[in-house]
């Protein structure tokens, strides 16, 4: 099974560290699924964390550890130019949906404005895809 990890998920998971978004980020250590990311995903997350408002919050240390993560622990795919047919309300997202399509990789994320994408997109929570995850036989 391939996940790609929104960078709402990395950033929560970083904040929560009891949360379904750390759980999945643990789960990555044990190959429970494949990893993937690209590289606008890993700038995305690069300049979430270096916003105003983590600092005090995340140290230097451990941007530094989630982005070696991103690189070191993900399989890096080439980043994909979204293909004009991704529905979503954030533009700047209509890349995820590429990829996830692309490499039929479900694409866990909390963005409300994604998991409300009708249709079977194999979009989903964090705390879904570690249902998905855990459940008998996956």
């Not at 919050?57 to 399989?75: D, K």
């Amino acid at each position: 099974m391939r996940a790609i990890l929104d960078a709402n998920v990395v950033v929560s998971a970083v904040l929560t560290p009891g949360g379904p978004a750390a759980d999945l980020i643990r789960a990555t250590a044990t190959g429970a699924f494949e990893f993937l990311t690209c590289g606008q995903l890993v700038t995305e997350v690069s300049q979430v964390l270096m916003r105003k408002k983590f600092e005090g919050v995340i140290t230097p240390e451990e941007r530094r550890a989630i982005l070696a993560l991103l690189v070191n622990r993900a399989r890096m795919v080439p980043d994909l130019p979204p293909d004009g047919t991704e529905q979503v309300a954030d533009p700047k997202d209509a890349y995820l949906i590429t990829l996830a399509r692309e490499w039929r990789a479900a694409l866990v994320t909390g963005d409300r404005h994604l998991l409300d994408l009708p249709g079977p997109t194999g979009i989903m929570s964090p705390r879904a895809f570690l249902r998905l995850l855990t459940r008998p036989g996956a």
